[in-house]
């Protein structure tokens, strides 16, 4: 592997803070967010000559849930129903909060590896 300049190594080293700059600034965009994933139920009642028992396209609802782990077990959150679109955002932005920590993540380790490097550059 070729040696890289120290000239080059201030660049990527600008290039990483830039980027790891743009990520950061899009995390102050995130609105409010869950984890979870956003159910929709129709469900069969307990009396025995409810038409829902027969057939599934006359099942009540919908019925909205929230479901997600907490300490490693399943908790289930009914929702109205005018809550449905706003849980429905919330796990959409947690889903870009997860994305965004992962390239942040890929981005400080490039950047750790080119600052390693320019440290062992500066020693020779």
């Given at each position: 592997m070729?040696?890289?300049?120290?000239?080059q190594?201030?660049?990527?080293?600008?290039?990483?803070a830039?980027?790891?700059?743009?990520?950061?600034?899009e995390?102050t965009?995130l609105?409010y967010?869950?984890?979870?994933?956003?159910?929709?139920?129709m469900?069969?009642?307990?009396?025995k000559?409810?038409?829902c028992q027969?057939s599934?396209?006359?099942?009540?609802?919908p019925?909205f849930?929230c479901?997600?782990?907490?300490?490693n077990k399943?908790?289930?959150?009914?929702?109205?129903t005018q809550?449905?679109p706003l849980?429905?955002?919330?796990?959409r932005?947690y889903?870009k909060?997860?994305?965004?920590l992962?390239r942040?993540?890929?981005?400080?380790?490039?950047?750790l590896a080119?600052?390693?490097?320019?440290?062992?550059?500066?020693?020779?």
């Amino acid at each position: 592997m070729k040696p890289t300049s120290r000239t080059q190594l201030a660049k990527r080293i600008r290039s990483d803070a830039q980027r790891f700059a743009t990520l950061k600034h899009e995390l102050t965009a995130l609105d409010y967010f869950c984890k979870g994933t956003l159910l929709k139920r129709m469900m069969k009642c307990g009396k025995k000559g409810c038409a829902c028992q027969g057939s599934p396209a006359k099942r009540h609802g919908p019925y909205f849930e929230c479901t997600f782990k907490r300490d490693n077990k399943t908790v289930n959150v009914r929702l109205p129903t005018q809550a449905a679109p706003l849980y429905r955002n919330a796990i959409r932005q947690y889903r870009k909060l997860r994305k965004l920590l992962d390239r942040l993540e890929r981005h400080s380790r490039s950047a750790l590896a080119h600052l390693a490097e320019l440290q062992s550059v500066d020693r020779n």
